[in-house]
């Protein structure tokens, strides 16, 4: 089961780490070092990844497994809800 702290350890993250309104790509070593800070399988971030889409806090995203890549775009609306003290706060 995927925690409010596990969501918020991801946004933290993307919030921390990326340029808003910007479509990114992450390589090898920075989705490498997401998976790390968050401590979450490839399975629990696109389940995190995919809520974050429908909730509006990020387009659309591609997570690919085997070239270990990561693009999406992080909207403005995702900084707002880290500012107000992420899921945990809620």
């Not at 990020?58 to 999406?72: A, D, E, K, Q, V």
Request: with cysteine.
């Amino acid at each position: 089961m995927i925690t409010n702290k596990e969501k918020d350890l991801v946004l933290t993250w993307l919030c921390e780490n990326l340029i808003p309104e910007r479509l990114i790509q992450l390589d090898n070593s920075k989705l490498s070092e997401l998976y790390a800070y968050a401590d979450l399988s490839y399975e629990e971030l696109h389940a995190i990844l995919t809520y974050f889409q429908r909730e509006g806090f990020i387009g659309t995203f591609t997570l690919h497994r085997h070239l270990n890549y990561l693009r999406l775009t992080l909207f403005l609306q995702a900084l707002e809800h880290f500012q107000r003290g992420g899921f945990t706060a809620v």
